[in-house]
């Protein structure tokens, strides 16, 4: 933004922060990546689309091998509420789906849509725009979001229609938004509230309708002045009284969504709680301006910026960049490797994992790929034993215990790291960045946190199949219970005439005759001294004595029987 602007924009009365315990203070390296402009990414040849690109169930293909799609088409629809769509970033013809590699620091493959590109980037019918979404229903647009396929942005990738849709019980009075974007060498929030702040500002409208929310806070780290002007400039253009940037100090990890809440705020969000438990719903900047594309233009999320940079790349630049775009040709558009590359980094030197290669495609979360040399990146040296200094305690801005944690993950003991709140862990890496030891601390908690949820998964599994268990031993007891009750009943009718039968009902003449006629046979065994359970039991010389006193008193009944039939 030039000079004439910046003096423009209106300085408004500086709001008070608040601090969060523990973070680092972190070299930038942000310089690096932002001297050139966004730019757009070169249209590549193919595209791998995982099915897997968020938090919860994998998308469910809609397309089949051979068919023709068009730019910004559903090929893949989301499966169940915890998932989100995947729509084509090109036009183009689908050749394949199965597994191909994903971004995954072990380097495994999961199921992807690959999509070979025609050259026309020609666009499918979208929805129509809705510009007037301020007299809309909130449920109309989480819908346009979930269809538009949208998650968090900033790293977590949860759906957003969920994330948008606060529970009767939970008012929520205060919209964040994130831009706070305090990992070094990360720049693309950085670049993209400078490039398009009217976007953001647009979209954190469009949320705060959405969610209800009397106030918006949008949290900026003063080391990056630039967006603070062009989002200061865009809410003032906007009008909007309700929408005021907050310039933060620069603090790793303020961007996390408990620490920024805490800074913006004050407020604390509960132990294992969320925010919208004290009325407040954190949205990224880009996923706010992914959120103005969708509803105000009606175009899906296809394409977010990319910051590559790193002593190991030749031109550290941010692009934009089609979802699905294999990471190896976003590297020749950024000059290639350099010979001081030592690693492949997706997401920062904090959080992010190294790659074991870069024919991976590029997902919703990503937002980095990060080239460092081993000057930027130094191999860990071996781990040496504890010596239970507390600097994990002390860098920790959750406010944990990582040596109690380290312990008992490392012991296996799960339960006892569940009881130190092993889940309020964010992984941020402070622990791990300040141990003397070179302990990786965030690799035990991880562990710990995996091995927890097969264990709930498998206690959960476990509970489900003892109550199928009872509810059909149940419900077979109560169909046995229900089948001797009628036979009960039948007997009982059986044997005790009702008063309103009528006195020659044939049927009930015929059901008395053949118990008489076994009444009969038993007799006829008990006077010789047999006493079989049943006929089919009988010798064959004692079933012939007794069809013949059975033959005997059919023929002294017959007059009675012709007589009944007159």
Known sequence: MDQAVRQTVPQPTRRRVWAFDGGLHLPDHKLESTGRPVRPAALPARLWLPLQQHIGEPAQPVVSVGDLVLKGQLVARPKGAVSAGIH?????TIVAIGPHAIPHPSGLSATCIELASDGRDAWAELPAPWPDFAARDPAELRERVRWAGIVGLGGA?????????????QPIHTLVLNGAEC???????????????????????????????GIVLIGIEDNKPEAIAAMRHAVATAGDARIEVVVIPT??????EKQLIRVLTGAEVPSHGIPAQIGVVCQNVATAAAVADAVVRGLPLISRIVTLTGEG???????????????RELVAQAGGYTPRVAKLILGGPMMGFALPHDDVPITKAANCLLAPSRAESPPPPAPLPCIRCGRCAEACPVGLLPQQMYWWARAKDLDKTQDYNLFDCIECGCCAHVCPSHIPLVQYYRYAKTEAWAKEQERRKAEQARHRHETRVARLERLEAERKSK?????????????????????KAAIQAALERAAAKKAAL?????APKNTEELTPAQQRQVDAADARRQAADAPVDAESRD
């Open 88 to 92: 084509a970033p090109t036009s183009g």
């Open 157 to 169: 990738a949860f759906p957003s229609s969920l994330k948008l849709s606060p529970r009767a019980d």
């Open 183 to 213: 990992e070094p060498y990360i720049t693309c929030d950085d670049m993209l509230m400078r490039g398009h702040p009217d976007r953001v500002v647009e979209g954190a409208r469009v949320l705060r309708h959405v969610v209800g929310a």
């Open 251 to 256: 603090k790793y990890p303020s961007g996390g």
């Open 313 to 327: 790349v030749a031109e550290p630049c941010n692009l934009e960049v089609l979802i699905g775009t294999p990471a």
């Open 487 to 507: 036979l009960r009943k039948k007997k009982e009718e059986l044997e005790t005439p009702t008063a309103d039968a009528p006195a020659g009902d044939p049927k």
């Open 526 to 530: 008990a006077a010789q001294g047999v």
